[in-house]
């Protein structure tokens, strides 16, 4: 069975900073790429960042790049999303999410978990 686990959301200071964890189980996720994705309040769901299974790809949302950064340690079956700098608009209910394909999951996913809130005050 699939599962993906977020934690480490909560609330921060703009400019401050949060590490997100995602531990996930089921054989076939072992070797998928990972990514992280959020939907702020009454907007629609966004690409932050994904990463393959050898770490050597990533991608990043436009507005994140250089503030997060997405890692992974597959030892540990946990990818991890370190936000940091961050702003009032990156308030938002952050989602990981797993699919076959680093292509795809740029997009959408096969597989998701449940959410963490992220909320930045200013």
């Known amino acids: 069975q699939v599962q993906l686990v977020e934690s480490g959301g909560g609330s921060v200071q703009a400019g401050g900073s949060l590490r997100l964890s995602c531990t996930f189980s089921?054989?076939?996720?072992?070797?998928?790429?990972m990514g992280w994705f959020r939907q702020p309040p009454g907007k629609e769901r966004e690409f932050v960042a994904a990463?393959?299974?050898?770490?050597?790809?990533?991608y990043y949302g436009n507005s994140m790049k250089g503030r997060f950064t997405i890692s992974r340690d597959n030892a540990k079956n946990t990818v991890y999303l370190q936000m940091n700098s961050l702003r009032p608009e990156d308030t938002a209910v952050y989602y990981c999410?797993?699919?076959?394909?680093?292509?795809?999951?740029?997009?959408?996913?096969?597989?998701w978990g449940q959410g963490t809130q992220v909320t930045v005050s200013s």
């Open positions: 990463i393959n299974w050898s770490r050597k790809i990533t």
């Open positions: 999410a797993a699919d076959r394909s680093i292509e795809v999951i740029r997009t959408t996913a096969r597989y």
């Open positions: 089921g054989r076939t996720l072992s070797t998928y790429p």
